[in-house]
């Protein structure tokens, strides 16, 4: 085992780390084979063998054929847990590359009864019970000892009633657990694991359902509206304290009256379902305005020890000293709403999950003007990646920021890390710039780049911050940062606060969601050449 932990970094691979469980329920002894392909294809064969699972990597697959014979290199043990491993490795990680499970069953020696001794001695003697594999197989390790550290073996099928001239395993491509091959489960892996927590908990699904909830009843909006200046709101099951609803919370524009904090928590409540999907198993950065959108504000991330115990909240694991340790997470419709009455005019989600918080689940491009950059040119910024994307053959879903800018959000699968996202993006809009050398600055501060607008590949990190699909910004008439579709940058009525708390629920009412396949995130990020 001390092996198999060296070569990984628990922070970034899907496998567990893992320890053996106490106890092992069932008959026989257990046995895998996943077909890998990491840097090259091979499937890894695994028995169990006191507490771990004992593995050889068998480049051509192991075959029925008694005729033939397989090597088989003897790689480091593997935990228990990993037996139903079926999912994707980062790449950058040891072994990085999609895995399925091939084949798997039980297992018994059938020459002695210890068949540690034998593998140390150079021999095992395993009959198999799987779905694929069946019958008595021998792995026997070749002379001329070990190469690049590895041990070679040899991995053969014995001529009884379960051998198959010509068996090969490549006429069977698929996992017995889901039917699905490799590029299947690349494209759309179901789990990843989390390390350094118990094995009961290491599994996490990389694409849990949206929340579906549907929106407030007339009655708890009338609710609302009756209450005095404060009291307690029954919305979405909970009982929520508000307060100060009169207060002037977005001056006005365009000659309409200011908003007030019921407004906003109106809003909130009725743009919960909609928004619920792309915040929900996410921490949550508050920015708060309590005294409104004309003071100053401040970022709050920490979920305050005054928080509802309802409320639900994720608790960061291995925080520096002076970092924020417990956030909000939205995932119920009410806790939106709690956010807004605690003062968070916007909302700004990770782009990672709690369950995996250093994979994000999407790539961006962030287009932000500088103080010389013309609406137009923004937009043609935003055309030329649209173009870009199509080029590339990439799905991605542009969103006006509410204030200035315009973002570019591209989902991707589980399993590439922070640094590889940034690093395509990077590529993808340094050659954009190329196209516009005059419009853009690659300055990260804002007085070196001339007035020029920015490409900000950057935000793709942990724990930045990129408000939310519908959150409100801080800004006159609290305007929204509303999702667009790529045809509508060349509509006449598009800026990038063209949509307010009092204006975006009719729109999506008339047309949908254009966001919605943002929430796909089975899609792998093709190389740029």
Do not use: C
């Amino acid at each position: 085992m001390g092996t198999y932990r060296s070569m990984r970094d628990f922070t970034r691979t899907a496998e567990p780390a893992g320890a053996p469980p106490a106890g092992v329920e069932g008959t026989g002894r257990r046995f895998v084979v996943q077909r890998h392909r990491a840097r090259r294809l091979h499937y890894d064969v695994r028995f169990e063998i006191d507490g771990v699972l004992v593995s050889w990597a068998v480049p051509k697959g192991p075959t029925l054929d008694p005729s033939a014979r397989r090597m088989a290199v003897h790689v480091e043990d593997h935990p228990l847990e990993y037996e139903d491993f079926e999912g994707v490795i980062p790449h950058g990680q040891y072994g990085g590359g999609d895995v399925i499970v091939w084949d798997r069953g039980t297992w018994e020696p059938y020459k002695s009864d210890d068949p540690a001794a034998e593998v140390a001695g150079g021999q095992l003697h395993a009959e198999l019970y799987g779905e694929r594999l069946r019958g008595k197989f021998l792995l026997v390790r070749r002379d001329g000892g070990a190469r690049d550290g590895k041990e070679q073996w040899l991995m053969l099928h014995k001529k009884d009633e379960h051998a198959v001239d010509g068996w090969d395993a490549e006429d069977h491509p698929t996992s017995v657990v889901s039917g699905r091959t490799n590029d299947e489960v690349a494209a759309a892996p179901d789990r990843l694991w989390r390390s350094g927590v118990p094995a009961s908990e290491a599994e996490v699904e990389t694409h849990p359902a949206a929340p579906q909830v549907d929106g407030p009843s007339d009655d708890e909006l009338a609710a609302l509206d009756d209450l005095g200046a404060s009291g307690t709101w029954e919305v979405f099951g909970r009982r929520l304290r508000v307060t100060n609803l009169d207060k002037e919370l977005f001056p006005g524009r365009d000659d309409e009256p200011p908003v007030t904090k019921r407004e906003l928590l109106r809003y909130a409540a009725r743009i919960a379902p909609v928004a619920l999907p792309y915040l929900a198993g996410r921490a949550l950065n508050m920015h708060r305005f309590p005294q409104g959108a004309a003071t100053a504000g401040f970022w709050h991330k920490q979920l305050p020890d005054h928080a509802p115990d309802w409320v639900p909240r994720w608790d960061r694991p291995d925080v520096d000293p002076g970092e924020s340790t417990t956030y909000l997470v939205v995932d119920e419709a009410a806790a939106l709403v709690w956010a807004a009455n605690f003062g968070a005019l916007e909302w700004h989600a990770w782009t990672s999950r709690t369950s995996a918080p250093d994979l994000p689940t999407y790539a961006l491009v962030d287009l932000d003007p500088g103080p010389s950059t013309a609406w137009d040119d923004l937009v043609l910024l935003a055309r030329l990646h649209r173009d870009a994307f199509e080029h590339v053959g990439v799905r991605a879903f542009p969103k006006l920021t509410g204030r200035r800018g315009i973002q570019v959000w591209v989902p991707v699968t589980v399993g590439p890390s922070f640094d590889e996202t940034r690093a395509w993006v990077e590529r993808l809009s340094r050659t954009v710039g190329k196209v516009v050398p005059d419009l853009v600055s690659w300055r990260w501060e804002v007085r070196e780049r001339g007035g020029q607008a920015r490409l900000d590949y950057t935000q793709n990190a942990v724990n930045k911050t990129l408000v939310a699909p519908y959150s409100p910004r801080a800004a006159a008439g609290a305007p929204v940062s509303a999702p667009i579709t790529w045809d509508e940058l060349d509509a006449e009525w598009l800026r990038p606060d063209a949509f307010t708390v009092r204006t975006v629920l009719e729109r999506v009412a008339e047309r949908g969601d254009p966001f919605r396949g943002a929430l796909a995130g089975d899609q792998v990020l093709p190389p740029l050449r």
